[in-house]
């Protein structure tokens, strides 16, 4: 509940949410459009690798069938060379043997050097050179072949391996985005929910200093109502000591009564006296004074008289008034007292005289109306304070009703703070949760990161070996 200047006027929740909401999806919606823009790149980066390894690989197997086949064709060019030279030399030496015969020992003597010249062990020991010189170049070119089969599956076991740790890294690195961007949205959902208990802190604050004053106000009201106690407790005294006076004043009534009916008779008596020559003096004063003082109070009282009794005694608090009215009243007690005592003066005077000149039943009457008056202000004061009672009751239930409605109030909040605490320890506890997965799943990343690294290097020195056979055939 609120209370007029409690301080800055808060803006609705609903609208407050609403506005957050709309800049959390506006950011949710940039975010998924980078993290989309990210991922176009990098498939557009990974085909663009894939079709320049696809190239060099193509390049790579065509310089090699390119260099087997010239290599190839050369040695069978060489080979073939030779085998002409070797097996046409002869046939020309023996031409010129047959030749030489026709001359003289000159010609025998070089036909002699000639058919030294035309050995038959020299051809064939050429021939099984060359031979033998073909027989090398083919074990040359089975382990060439071999060494290029061998070579043509370790690159398709490494290009298998390369696309493999390229799916997985690329799976990998979407599976990071996916984890950054499951991080970044509870981390949203833990700021939006720490600012929800901010909020809630301090609404909480200010329920509580609210509820210390409303405490402050009722400890003033819970004062008030015992001095209001105190004050029906003087109350019922004051009644008390009205209904003492009340009986006092009767029995003042029935002495006056008396007391008439004495001072008749003795009228009378004079009056026969008077006829006979006698005068008669009383033989005592009859006064009926009772010497009792009525306790004094102060308070409020019920009925309507008694609230007009009070407003009689002027303003104030209502001690002073009181005050007032005994003070009024101890006033009024010490003029009756004196009444009586002329009273008993003018009785006693009236006895020694023979004849009573003038009658007291005027003085006596005069009283009476003095009573009559005091007792209709009493009676005024006496509602006056039943009507300040009546209102003081009403007040005192209208506070323990705040009371009751503040202590509900402070039970609610309680309860709302301890939710609090505990959606906080959840949020805390699901935080640290999160921390734990992001913490494995970096770990998982690095390890593929160095995996692919790894990988990347043995693709790399196989590239080089290959480089250098190539570059030995």
Request: net charge negative.
């Given at each position: ?230 004050g029906l407790r003087q109350r019922d005294e004051l009644i008390e000591a009205l209904e003492k006076q009340k009986e006092y004043i009767g029995c003042l009534r029935n ?219």
């Amino acid at each position: 509940m609120g209370t007029p200047g409690s301080g800055r006027k808060r803006t609705p929740v609903k609208d407050r949410f609403s506005a957050e909401d709309e800049a959390l999806s506006s950011i949710a919606r940039e975010a998924e459009a980078r993290l989309a823009a990210k991922r176009a790149a990098r498939a557009e980066a990974r085909d663009i690798r894939m079709r320049e390894l696809e190239r060099q690989q193509k390049e790579g197997v065509e310089d090699a069938l390119s260099i087997r086949s010239l290599g190839s064709h050369r040695l069978d060019e060489k080979s073939d060379k030779q085998y002409a030279e070797n097996y046409t030399r002869p046939s020309s030496r023996n031409s010129a043997s047959a030749t030489t015969p026709l001359s003289g020992n000159s010609s025998r003597r070089g036909s002699g050097d000639t058919s030294s010249l035309i050995d038959p062990d020299t051809s064939l020991s050429e021939l099984r050179d060359i031979y033998d010189l073909k027989d090398q170049i083919q074990d040359v070119e089975g382990r060439y072949m071999q060494g290029l089969k061998e070579l043509k599956e370790s690159l398709s076991e490494v290009e298998e391996k390369y696309k493999k740790a390229m799916v997985s890294n690329a799976q990998l690195d979407n599976e990071k985005n996916n984890l950054i961007y499951q991080v970044d949205t509870l981390k949203d959902v833990i700021e939006e929910q720490e600012e929800q208990m901010a909020e809630f802190f301090r609404e909480n604050e200010e329920k509580s200093k609210e509820l210390e004053r409303q405490k402050h106000m009722c400890s003033v009201l819970q004062h008030k109502m015992d001095e209001l106690k105190e004050g029906l407790r003087q109350r019922d005294e004051l009644i008390e000591a009205l209904e003492k006076q009340k009986e006092y004043i009767g029995c003042l009534r029935n002495e006056r009564d008396t007391l008439r009916e004495e001072l008749a008779g003795l009228k009378e008596a004079a009056k026969t006296g008077e006829k006979h020559g006698l005068v008669i003096i009383p033989d005592g004063t009859p006064n009926g004074d009772v010497h009792h003082e009525p306790v004094v109070g102060a308070i409020t009282v019920v009925s309507q008289e008694a609230a007009q009794v009070l407003e009689s005694a002027g303003e104030g608090p209502l001690d002073v008034r009181l005050r007032k009215l005994a003070g009024e009243k101890e006033e009024l007690l010490s003029q009756v007292r004196k009444l009586k005592l002329q009273l008993e003066e003018e009785q006693q005077k009236c006895s020694r005289n023979d004849g009573v000149a003038g009658d007291p039943a005027g003085l006596q009457n005069g009283s009476d109306l003095q009573f009559i008056e005091m007792q209709r202000d009493a009676n005024r004061q006496i509602s006056e304070y039943k009507f300040k009672l009546s209102k003081a009751e009403q007040d005192i239930t209208t506070l323990e009703q705040s009371i009751n409605r503040l202590e509900g109030q402070v039970l609610r909040y309680k309860t709302a703070a301890e939710n609090a605490e505990k959606v906080e320890d959840e949020l805390k506890a699901e935080k640290r949760k999160l921390q734990r997965e992001l913490r494995t799943a970096l770990d998982k990343i690095e390890e593929m990161e160095m995996t692919n690294s790894h990988l990347a290097k043995r693709l790399e020195k196989m590239k080089a070996n290959r480089t250098a056979l190539l570059a030995q055939q």
